[in-house]
DNA sequence: TATATAAAATGACGTAACGTCAGCATCAAG
DNA sequence: CTTGATGCTGACGTTACGTCATTTTATATA
């Protein structure tokens, strides 16, 4: 005969909880005092833990009541439904994380100030419709095009490669008041000139057409890239073209 | 000016949930009617629609009302906190995931009546250690040097530096089978080599201890630094070691 | 202008799983 | 018998609305 601050001690929850469990009927302790209050047994106790594995799986109270009560309950059945219904949350939370991520990297680039901005572009992207993206893209680019495109970086995506071309442009922009010519900025464009040969290789015309696209911002964010600021580009373009020469003497 | 139902239609909620924010003070309608009809401008139908993009990342209403009063909110870090929360919520769901493909499978094997057995067996599983973290940072750095910790990049982290720290070492990761010598990771080296004078300018001694946990995967993961397998290391010391190796002949 | 009808308003109650507080009863020890 | 610790019940609060029930307003037609 255990009393209930114990038994809440054993199963780790609160005494409220067990008493809202004996209340609305989902495990009443084996016997009471003359004066009401509760004593459980070990038996109680087993229950509870189990109770507390299927709420930790997922299930309602109303459901393992329902689950304990009946003899012969279709446990295939409930335990598959269980299963699809974590995997749609799995889901949700996934797109969630998705959503997060670009805005963190819209902040890292864009500072705080540009918060607002960049909720709206990402809003933008990823409203419902996922058609009208297909639509830019096929109007611009062919298919064997499209392949190539997937390799540009694209503002939810996890992968290293990508994950780098964000972070390079951020630092490029943090650094811009170091001038063009400053060894980090340097750095920081020929990791990219790196980049651009080891991923794009051979294909200049692409690059090119690629390059376009990004000066016009409206068609940017229409396609999904990471929108970068005029100022940035004009920067990168002079940071580029010194690199060039010093290549080309040194 | 546009009334509550076609307010609704435009932003996919109820018309309930307009009177209801209106009444938390979330989102007023710009005037009303003499009799008190709600009328909604275009402005507030942007306003709604960032409010479900708030939502949908999964900010509470009381956040988002804190969020779009103030004006100088500390996004970074509500983000920051929101993601942890949601990859919390993702492990969790896996958790769950896994207990519930353990029930199907043992439910299979010992029949339906066995499921008190499986549930049982699964719940052994399922303990609950999440001390320890801060301690084992405490023991092993000293003040002056927990600051530097800072700026090693953390898996949470959204500052374009770190970022790259980790992009960086996903690339190597990827392209570990071109071998130590191969140019596209003598170049993820070299990157390597700047960002290390750049960010960690004569304290070497401490990047040797960084170095030191980096080898051992258990303490790592417990200070919250991107982990990094064995033979990544391995390589990447290998790779090191000829790019030094070439510094110094040519 | 009176009325029929659609649409809007407010208010109350319900949800899940407890937390928190108030006020009173009971238990074990001295 | 007192006292302090523990337990009991009941009520209200939490989130983000859904669901009635009742009443008021806006608009179109006769």
Chains 1, 2 share one sequence.
Not at 68 to 81: P, R
Not at 150 to 164: H, N, Q, W, Y
Not at 198 to 219: C, H, K, T, V, Y
Request: with cysteine; proline share 3%; hydrophobic share 40%.
């Amino acid at each position: 005969m255990i009393h209930i601050h114990r038994a809440a001690e054993l199963t780790g929850v609160t005494v409220r909880t067990l008493r809202y469990y004996d209340k609305i009927g989902l495990l009443a302790p084996a016997s009471k005092t003359e004066g009401g209050h509760r004593l459980y047994t070990n038996d109680d106790i087993k229950c509870m833990q189990q109770i507390q594995f299927l709420k930790r799986i997922g299930f309602s109270l109303e459901e393992i009541k329902k689950m304990l009560n009946s003899e012969d309950w279709d446990w295939t059945e409930s335990i598959k439904d269980q299963l699809a219904y974590v995997l749609k949350e799995q889901e949700q939370l996934k797109q969630m994380e998705s959503s997060l991520r670009e805005l963190v990297h819209g902040i890292a680039i864009e500072g705080e100030e540009g918060w607002m901005a960049a909720i709206a572009k990402i809003m933008h992207l990823s409203s419902k419709d996922t058609r009208l993206k297909q639509d830019s893209l096929n109007s611009v680019f062919q298919p064997r095009e499209k392949k190539l495109l997937e390799k540009v970086p694209s503002m939810a995506s996890e992968d290293p490669d990508s994950l780098e071309w964000i972070a390079l442009i951020g630092q490029l922009k943090r650094h811009m008041g170091a001038g063009p010519q400053a060894p980090r900025i340097q750095h920081i464009i020929r990791r990219m000139d790196e980049k651009r040969l080891e991923n794009f290789e051979g294909e200049d015309e692409f690059i090119d057409q690629l390059w376009e696209i990004r000066m016009s911002p409206a068609l940017s964010e229409k396609m999904n890239l990471y929108p970068m600021d005029q100022d940035v580009l004009k920067f990168m373009e002079e940071a580029y073209r010194i690199y060039i020469l010093r290549g080309e003497n040194g």
